[in-house]
């Protein structure tokens, strides 16, 4: 089966004229058949990236919004999704079959990206990309930064409690041009009760005086620990 499997992303990876793709929109990619195994062309903006290490990401085009779980590279260069680049607001253009998790989430699993153009805060998107001259400044109120806000919003998992459960967990952000927090993430986690509510005590931020660059507002990615200590 894995050999199987192999074969067939070589063969979308070699390249796509040896089969006929249909090119569907969002809406019609998610009314097909269950068992309708046609090779779908995709186009569509990225919403928002689930997962940076493997491209677990969604697109929309207007008519809806699709999960795309995995994205490859289709050059037959073996790219990692890291590598290729992709952020929030690019526009790229997918190929892959539908396939449905669990039965309800509806998917296209290990997309092969074919095209990508970016978007127009793509040039701005984390460090490297611009120097920001002045940085994006917290505006709630805490202990004099935001980890001082997120420890004293954050609320204990009764659960987690019970079962002595602690530690500290690295959460990845984005402060966007307009000052809100997106982007939110776990790169280290503990257990999901910490993991969930760490991501929701970063994610209700408020808004922050964005980052600069020669007086124009940037994107900029920040790292920070969530300390859990029973």
């Known amino acids: 089966m894995k050999r199987l499997a192999a074969l067939l992303i070589l063969a979308l990876g070699c390249g796509f004229a040896a089969s006929a793709q249909k090119p569907v929109t969002v809406r019609e990619f998610l009314r097909m058949s269950n068992k309708d195994t046609t090779l779908c062309r995709l186009h569509g903006v990225v919403d928002r990236i689930r997962n940076n290490v493997n491209g677990n990401l969604y697109i ?16 037959g260069q073996g790219l990692r999704f890291p590598e290729l680049d992709v952020r929030a607001g690019d526009t790229l253009t997918l190929v892959g079959r539908r396939s449905v998790y669990d039965g309800k989430v509806v998917e296209m699993q290990s997309g092969i990206l074919v095209a990508k153009a970016d978007g127009p805060d793509h040039a701005n998107a984390g460090t490297g990309h611009a120097k920001v001259i002045v940085p994006p400044k917290f505006k709630g109120k805490g202990k004099n930064s935001f980890s001082g806000w997120v420890n004293g919003h954050l609320v204990y998992p009764k659960e987690a409690r019970d079962q002595y459960i602690d530690g500290t967990v690295t959460v990845k952000f984005v402060v966007g041009k307009k000052g809100n927090v997106q982007e939110v993430e776990v790169v280290k986690g503990v257990h999901p009760l910490l993991n969930e509510e760490a991501v929701r005590v970063v994610r209700s931020s408020p808004r922050w005086k964005p980052g600069t660059a020669d007086g124009v507002p940037v994107r900029v990615s920040y790292t920070i620990p969530v300390v859990f200590i029973l």
Do not use: A, P
């Open 60 to 75: 929309t085009d207007g008519t809806g919004e699709v999960l795309i779980y995995g994205v490859r590279d289709g050059s």
